[in-house]
């Protein structure tokens, strides 16, 4: 079983959409959790990072259920330019482990 | 803003070739990283590096090494090229603090 797990995608959605990625851990001793977001060809650049009681950043929703190893993203009101790879992103307790998932490409359609 | 920098964006090696992959963080930061990505894989972490002379094995450290002379230096060493290491090598550093990583542009390597 893969450290960190993700929806396999691709999604295609309309512009305005809301589209939810979902995420799951294996490590429980896991302390720190990202989003990140990496658009074609480029590098991976933190979209946030998710907190044990949620978080909001505009348009985005990051939420994290520690007993269920469970993390999601909430993307509101689709824009064109939120199409990219969407990186779920743990870090182990000792802080300096970080284990990618293997990304959920979304594409937000005109 | 951070900046961390890679030598080199593209490189065509022969199999047998010795290929010196190097990074630079200008913040300071402790920790670096080298990953390498591929289709369908994602990034796998190769080697990280949290102080000077320091390193541990990530989880594909075969066929790579890495030197960490100085703070801002981490440099990846593949001692003889194979195709099976043609890959997108990715470097980082990271701000403990908060735990952002943050990513050079990258290093195409291609193994003929």
């Known amino acids: 079983r893969k450290e960190v797990e993700q929806d396999p995608g691709p999604f295609n959605v309309p512009e305005g959409a809301t589209v939810a990625f979902n995420c799951t851990y294996s490590?429980?001793?896991?302390?720190?959790f990202f989003w990140y977001r990496q658009d074609c060809r480029k590098e991976p650049k933190l979209l946030m990072s998710v907190y044990s009681s949620g978080n909001e950043d505009g348009r985005f929703t990051a939420q994290l259920n520690r007993a269920s190893q469970y993390i999601s993203l909430l993307i509101r009101d689709s824009k064109l330019s939120d199409s990219a790879t969407y990186l779920c992103?743990?870090?182990?307790?000792?802080?300096?482990?970080?284990?990618f998932g293997p990304g959920t490409r979304l594409s937000v359609l005109p | 803003d951070v900046k961390v920098t890679q030598s080199s964006r593209y490189l065509v090696k022969r199999t047998g070739e010795k290929v010196f992959l190097e990074c630079v963080q200008d913040m300071d930061h402790e920790n670096m990283f080298w990953y390498r990505q591929d289709p369908g894989l994602g990034l796998r972490l190769i080697y990280f590096s949290y102080d000077v002379k320091m390193k541990e094995k990530g989880d594909i450290p075969e066929g790579y090494s890495v030197s960490r002379e100085k703070k801002e230096r981490f440099s990846l060493i593949l001692e003889s090229a194979s195709t099976n290491q043609t890959s997108m090598y990715l470097c980082?550093?990271?701000?403990?603090?908060?735990?952002?990583?943050?990513f050079g542009e990258g290093s195409r390597l291609t193994v003929l």
């Open positions: 992103v743990v870090r182990d307790n000792y802080g300096q482990n970080f284990v």
């Open positions: 980082a550093s990271s701000f403990p603090p908060t735990g952002e990583l943050f």
């Open positions: 490590n429980s001793a896991s302390q720190s």
